[in-house]
């Protein structure tokens, strides 16, 4: 779609039409470009139809040449692009030849100025000041109306379990920038406000740590403000189980944000967008969402560390000195006050609780507000993230398009330039897989009926997945509480099928998902035993209630013995780690908290196989050197299992971000250190299903590894050992693999899930026909085969609703049809005959530990000798 010949790319982008879309307000989205297409944003523009627009432009990746992979834009989009009569596609991002014209230039620039002492930003419609030294702030309008222009000023409110105010320590400010790509003056803002306080409600003096992110756009008055309170510790997980009341928990009586006037001033509020706004007749007025006011309020999945359920009111009320004057179930609520000032709460009701409490002088937003009798828990290495907008404006109105749904993005082929292996360019909206998948929106047992069933809402759970899958065994009406902690990523399911059909409802379950799993899925501490720290909990142990263990897997109150090799306790494992999603998320939506996710899980992963420099370490590795799962670190060989595969992905989606070659590097090692073209895969016992299932894992890693070096032209002898390693286990698979459930005796619970597994076996065997330059057809056939049984027979499953079905059937759909249709453009090597035999069967093993011990000695730390045993025996 050239209509230029200066262009040398112009990418359409499609706008999503629904009811909701009919406000003016700021929209965004990514595009993956071809390396080598763009290395200066001066070469670049967006215009609406033809007219060049301010947009803001972030480059969240690069290609190993330097030039653009992903990049990230923010700009104005007013309610008319909407409209159902206008093109869908009016607005385009164009690659020219020219740089754009020095001579354009748009009055709406947005500035800022930074002393020692404060931060100024400055656009057209307001003045905000920050206090570099405490986080508060004030906000001024500069519109012209009949209001006299005071400031509304704003600081946070942060109470310790005694209810006293938490001293601060430290306060740190940094700025991050975004290009306009109209002028290259600053289109948008973002002040990062780091605080810690110090906790010394119990004679301690830990720190607490909050992060405040303010941002701000040119052309809107409107400033979203993202808080984090983050509780750095370790737990204390006493006997490998995480409950709830842990030691070395932060417990709190509120966490607000305050902005004042110091005058009386008029208000008026609006419970939910269908309501009418009302003039409080006395004051204070207290708006509080007590609970999630569904059918299920009082699930057990709210118990706190006593197993009971902190709070008596069903959904919301609205309260005046004492006295309830209104009630509801979901309020969503708008507050307008000083004639210029709004503010709302993003998912009030969701996160529950949560309050605004309304003065003459005063709004208090109340992300934790304080209750009489009860205090917060935040966990050790648990964060927590509320989202509020305000404005200076006049108009009470003026936030309503924060709560809409808005979408636009590249059309689905555009996403064939990301070597993100998505597998979308040939998918079909009528497959029988994709009709399956379809359940997820269409069922009566859909992803957002769950959350009701389980109730999966409050600040902890909401945005998580209800394992119902985990309730086949259990009998009774009762609820039975089962988190599911983004097993096999549907994060990345939800946002694959937003790419594919641009349906924002798949958005909004990666969005919330994305967001749980950041702060509370991932334990974010480095005071613990290494290989837990920064590393993802497993969901709620199977077939057992989660009880008071939370998201964290494990509960004193759990039975042992619930299935064959019960641990009954533990801690994060490589075994559970997914990062695709979280990639995914960060290139769609410039996230840096999801980048920074990908980076520490990454970074705990590779210390899970790859360990420390301790002797002590090697002198545990050496007594767990024959131990399924570990990594033998006197041979080299790491296990042929889904954690290694993890790991893979992990070191790939980290070189999908950063471009760093050293984490290729790594992903080639383990590879050959795992696998090899010419071993005899019989010798590996793949028929004992239960224990080696999981192969197939590792083979679709090593199948997404070629992918990327393969999006890289980058054909060397590595990338022909992991094509060789493929085709090798591939034969076997042609011969020995079948059907899981055709033989259920051999297996200990023989559900769907193993059908839905079978889909691995299908995308191995496909990809093994592409990557043998397609002459190797019998692959191909047979994964058909397996696809199209997987589809027939979930069709008539009564459990192909269950969570972990669908996850598996989104996370391994694409792949078979991709690797059918897709056109091999370079002409691959033949198979190698020979190769050089594996380094992990070298040298005898009084060998291979000598060298593992001298090395390790020349490198000794007695500090860190005694640090790593502190952690072990704490």
């Not at 306790?569 to 840096?592: I, M, R």
């Not at 049984?789 to 969570?803: C, D, G």
Request: with cysteine.
């Amino acid at each position: 779609m050239n209509n230029n010949p200066q262009w040398i790319h112009c990418i359409p982008l499609e706008l999503s039409l629904s009811k909701d879309s009919s406000l003016d307000g700021d929209i965004s989205t990514s595009i993956p470009l071809p390396q080598g297409a763009l290395f200066d944003l001066q070469h670049s523009q967006l215009l609406n139809d033809t007219t060049p627009i301010s947009c803001g432009a972030r480059i969240l990746a690069t290609w190993p040449d330097k030039s653009v992979k992903w990049i990230h834009l923010t700009f104005f989009a007013p309610a008319s692009a909407f409209e159902i009569k206008l093109p869908k596609t009016q607005f385009k991002f164009v690659i020219s030849q020219n740089k754009r014209s020095e001579s354009q230039s748009i009055s709406n620039s947005l500035v800022y100025s930074q002393s020692e002492n404060q931060t100024k930003v400055n656009n057209v419609h307001h003045i905000f000041t920050l206090d570099n030294a405490n986080g508060n702030f004030s906000l001024k309008s500069k519109m012209k109306n009949k209001f006299e222009q005071e400031s509304v000023k704003g600081r946070l409110i942060f109470k310790d379990a005694s209810k006293l105010g938490c001293a601060i320590s430290s306060c740190n400010v940094q700025v991050l920038e975004v290009p306009n790509l109209l002028d290259g003056s600053i289109f948008a803002l973002q002040l990062d406000v780091d605080i810690d306080y110090t906790d010394t409600s119990q004679n301690t003096h830990s720190l607490i740590h909050a992060k405040n992110i303010f941002s701000f756009t040119a052309d809107q008055d409107a400033i979203k403000l993202d808080v984090t309170l983050h509780n750095p510790k370790s737990a204390k997980h006493s006997g490998g189980s995480w409950d709830l009341g842990d030691p070395n928990s932060f417990n709190f009586s509120e966490l607000s944000v305050n902005f004042y006037r110091e005058e009386i001033c008029p208000v008026s509020y609006r419970l939910t967008p269908d309501n009418e706004w009302q003039t409080p007749a006395q004051f204070p007025i207290t708006i509080t969402q007590h609970s999630s006011g569904g059918d299920n309020w009082q699930s057990p999945v709210h118990v706190n560390h006593q197993q009971k359920i902190p709070f008596e009111i069903k959904g919301y009320n609205v309260s005046s000195q004492s006295a309830v004057i209104e009630t509801g179930l979901r309020a969503t609520p708008h507050v307008h006050f000083a004639h210029t000032f709004n503010v709302t709460v993003v998912q009030f009701w969701q996160k529950f609780p949560s309050a605004i409490g309304i003065n003459q002088d005063s709004i208090s937003v109340g992300f934790f507000p304080e209750q009489i009798n009860s205090n917060y828990e935040l966990q050790g290495g648990e964060k927590s993230t509320h989202t509020l907008w305000f404005s200076a404006n006049e108009d009470k109105n003026a936030l309503d398009w924060t709560h809409v749904t808005r979408s636009i993005k590249p059309n689905v082929a555009q996403y064939a330039n990301s070597d993100l292996p998505l597998y979308t360019e040939y998918a079909k909206q009528d497959s029988e897989l994709q009709l399956l998948i379809n359940n997820g929106l269409c069922s009566d047992n859909n992803f957002f009926e769950k959350r009701e069933k389980l109730d999966e809402y409050g600040w902890r759970n909401f945005g998580d997945l209800y394992a119902d899958h985990e309730t086949a065994e259990h009998d009774g009406d009762a609820i039975f509480v089962s988190h599911y902690n983004n097993q096999y990523d549907p994060i990345y399911g939800f946002l694959r099928q937003f790419l594919l059909n641009g349906d924002r409802r798949w958005y909004a379950l990666a969005d919330d998902l994305a967001k749980h799993v950041k702060d509370i899925d991932i334990y974010h501490t480095t005071d613990d035993k290494s290989e837990y720290n920064g590393g993802m909990f497993w969901h709620t142990d199977h077939y057992l209630q989660a009880f008071t263990s939370s998201h964290r897997s494990y509960s004193k109150h759990q039975s042992k013995g619930a299935y064959q090799d019960h641990a009954g306790g533990g801690g994060p494992g490589g075994q559970h780690c997914y990062t695709s999603g979280l990639t995914l998320y960060y290139l769609l939506t410039g996230d840096e908290a999801a980048k920074q996710a990908v980076i520490t899980l990454t970074n705990w992963i590779t210390y899970v196989y790859e360990g420390g420099n301790t002797c002590f370490e090697l002198l545990l590795a050496l007594k767990n050197r024959n131990v399924l799962g570990l990594k033998n670190h006197f041979s080299g060989q790491y296990p042929l299992d889904r954690g290694t595969a993890n790991y893979l992905n992990a070191l790939l989606d980290s070189y999908i971000l950063t471009s760093d070659t050293t984490l290729l590097h790594a992903v080639e090692h383990v590879i050959c250190h795992t696998v090899h073209p010419d071993e005899d895969v019989s010798s590996r016992n793949l028929e004992n299903v239960e224990e080696t299932w999981f192969y197939t894992v590792f083979l679709q890693s090593v199948v997404r590894y070629l992918d990327i070096k393969r999006a890289a032209e980058d054909f060397n002898q590595a990338f022909y050992y992991a094509r060789d390693c493929l085709l090798n286990y591939a034969d076997w698979m042609q011969v020995k693999e079948y059907m899981y459930l055709d033989k259920p005796d051999i297996l200990e619970y023989p559900n769907d899930t193993w059908t839905a597994q079978d889909l691995r076996k299908a995308h191995v065997l496909s990809a093994a026909y592409f990557y043998s330059n397609k002459s190797a057809e019998q692959y191909l056939n047979t994964a058909l085969t397996i696809e199209n049984q997987v589809a027939s027979r979930l069709a008539q499953s009564k459990t192909k609703t269950y969570t972990r079905i669908m996850v598996l059937l989104m996370q391994n759909d694409g792949p078979t049809r991709y690797f059918k249709e897709a056109e091999l453009i370079h002409e691959l090597s033949l198979r190698k005959k020979d190769w050089s035999t594996p380094s992990y069967e070298k040298g005898s093993f009084t060998t291979q530990l000598l060298k593992a011990f001298s090395k390790r000695l020349l490198s000794v730390s007695i500090a860190d000798e005694v640090n790593w045993l502190k952690k072990r025996l704490r």
